[in-house]
């Protein structure tokens, strides 16, 4: 019993040491995350626009234009 006490006062003691720094220094977590500057590879990156589908002559679906083959049925697409 004596050790799960001194347990629970050791981790509220770490809990002390680490938070209240953090709730200090301006508001806690969520607002260092706010004013925290954007990376600029964070940007999100522009839509590619996607290739243009054509049909497989054999089972007649749609595959990719930079396809050499069909994966639904096999056929070559050459």
Do not use: D, K, N, Y
Not at 10 to 18: A, G
Not at 36 to 61: D, E, I
Request: glycine share 8%; aromatic share 2%.
């Amino acid at each position: 019993m004596m050790m799960v006490a001194g347990l629970i006062v050791m981790l509220l003691v770490v809990l002390l040491v680490i938070g209240l720094p953090v709730l200090l220094a301006g508001g806690g977590l969520a607002a260092a995350l706010r004013r925290r500057p954007s990376h600029p590879s964070a940007a999100p990156l522009p839509a590619t626009p996607p290739a243009v589908a054509r049909q497989c002559p054999a089972c007649g679906r749609e595959v990719r234009a930079e396809w050499q083959v069909c994966p639904f049925c096999g056929a070559a697409l050459t």
